[in-house]
């Protein structure tokens, strides 16, 4: 976990007079995003003004403490400037061939706007298209070419009508956009809304302005919101260690002390966390925060991101070596999301390296191989050369 300094936002000149009653007000830091490209490049001392026709085509944005948590903003590598800031590349009609704005097909799956159906027993509802940061990686990217608006409440009483029409559901996924840039009385109508519905179980609400904007979280209308809808599971959004802060330990603090437990899903990100020693530290700095690590995504094909994009064996060797090196607690499951809304299918390292009908050979962490006697399951041999080198 990274501890902040005292009045860590005084460093950026922009607003060295900004009282901690301002900054620590998730309104305020709402109210005072850089909205383009102009505002940042005066943050950072930069001129980034080249990227405007990138801005034309996917808007930028972030809040004051997001962009403050870079810890040198003359790197153009930085992990956090990196995720905030335009590249011509995604704008660039041959790194981005293979991209699609749709590529899980959520708009087809929709049987009313804004609500997609795609796993028989939950939907997702996309309930604003506003982001407080927008994130160059995002996976629903073609939200940076529409206007930033919540939907209408018409809308979201489709959508419940759907829901209570559908005995099946048994989770409803609250989305965006980030739901939680909505005011309390929006959020708190959907959720009550949801919440009444018997047969949904479970209500997950993505966001990440815990990451972003982890002063939503000082709140205690939203707090007592989330305490009364007892559904109610967060699932954020780190990507990074330097994204872990000692605000945010507070923040989840209060979310746990409300009832409410804490999931991340993290992308992997070319340039950015595609290492298995970045990976590790995020984990460990998610645990000592009390987040669970949930999925680490293999990047998404979406147009305007493709250039984020590792292979998709990096994942699988970055678990691999967090296996043993790390607790259980704290090891994602490696996921790749199927074009066409076909799913997800998770990823593993492969264990077994040998079976027969009596016996099974398991690599573990170290790379040693053991025997297991497939009768009754019991260690007969502990071998640490390769399975073709025994005499079996």
């Given at each position: 976990m990274r501890v902040l300094e005292k009045e860590y936002w005084r460093k950026i000149e922009k607003w060295k007079d900004v009282s901690r009653w301002e900054w620590e007000d998730w309104r305020w830091q709402i109210r005072s995003r850089l909205k383009n490209i102009y505002e940042i490049g005066e943050v950072i001392g930069r001129d980034i003004s080249f990227l405007k026709k990138v801005e034309d085509v996917f808007r930028t944005g972030t809040t004051p403490y997001y962009i403050s948590l870079v810890k040198d903003f003359s790197d153009p590598e930085d992990p956090i400037l990196k995720q905030i800031i335009p590249s011509c590349e995604e704008i660039d009609p041959v790194v981005q061939s293979e991209g699609n704005f749709d590529p899980?097909?959520?708009?087809?799956?929709?049987?009313?706007?804004?609500?997609?159906?795609?796993?028989?027993?939950?939907?997702?509802?996309?309930?604003?298209?506003?982001?407080?940061?927008?994130?160059?990686?995002?996976?629903?990217?073609?939200?940076?070419?529409?206007?930033?608006?919540?939907?209408?409440?018409?809308?979201?009483?489709?959508?419940?009508?759907?829901?209570?029409?559908?005995?099946?559901?048994?989770?409803?996924?609250?989305?965006?956009?980030?739901?939680?840039?909505?005011?309390?009385?929006?959020?708190?109508?959907?959720?009550?809304?949801?919440?009444?519905?018997?047969?949904?179980?479970?209500?997950?609400?993505?966001?990440?302005?815990?990451v972003v904007n982890p002063y939503r979280f000082m709140d205690d209308?939203?707090?007592?919101?989330l305490e009364?809808?007892?559904?109610?599971?967060?699932?954020?959004?780190?990507?990074?260690?330097?994204?872990?802060?000692?605000?945010?330990?507070?923040?989840?603090?209060?979310?746990?002390?409300?009832?409410?437990?804490?999931?991340?899903?993290?992308?992997?990100?070319?340039?950015?966390?595609?290492?298995?020693?970045?990976?590790?530290?995020?984990?460990?700095?998610?645990?000592?925060?009390?987040?669970?690590?949930?999925?680490?995504?293999?990047?998404?094909?979406?147009?305007?991101?493709?250039?984020f994009r590792t292979k998709i064996k990096t994942g699988v060797e970055i678990i691999e070596k967090l296996r043993g090196r790390l607790s259980g607690m704290g090891i994602p499951t490696y996921a790749v999301d199927l074009p066409g809304g076909l799913g997800k299918v998770p990823l593993q390292p492969n264990y077994i390296l040998e079976e027969t009908d009596s016996y099974i050979i398991f690599k573990n962490f170290e790379g040693k191989t053991v025997r297991f006697n497939k009768c009754n399951f019991d260690i007969i041999e502990n071998h640490t050369q390769h399975p073709e080198d025994l005499c079996l």
């Open positions: 899980f097909n959520e708009e087809v799956m929709s049987p009313v706007p804004g609500l997609t159906h795609r796993y028989p027993d939950r939907v997702l509802m996309r309930v604003t298209n506003f982001c407080s940061v927008y994130c160059r990686h995002c996976m629903r990217k073609r939200i940076f070419l529409e206007e930033e608006k919540a939907r209408t409440y018409d809308e979201y009483h489709k959508m419940f009508n759907y829901i209570r029409e559908n005995k099946n559901i048994k989770e409803v996924i609250i989305s965006g956009g980030d739901p939680l840039t909505l005011p309390n009385r929006k959020l708190e109508f959907i959720l009550e809304n949801i919440q009444q519905i018997n047969h949904v179980e479970i209500i997950r609400i993505g966001t990440r302005e815990l209308g939203l707090l007592e919101i009364k809808n007892d559904k109610t599971w967060v699932v954020t959004h780190f990507n990074h260690p330097d994204e872990v802060t000692d605000v945010v330990k507070k923040a989840v603090k209060n979310i746990l002390s409300a009832g409410v437990p804490v999931l991340n899903q993290t992308v992997l990100l070319r340039g950015i966390n595609d290492s298995p020693d970045i990976i590790e530290n995020l984990m460990r700095s998610l645990l000592s925060v009390k987040i669970k690590p949930y999925y680490l995504f293999y990047c998404d094909p979406t147009k305007g991101v493709i250039h």
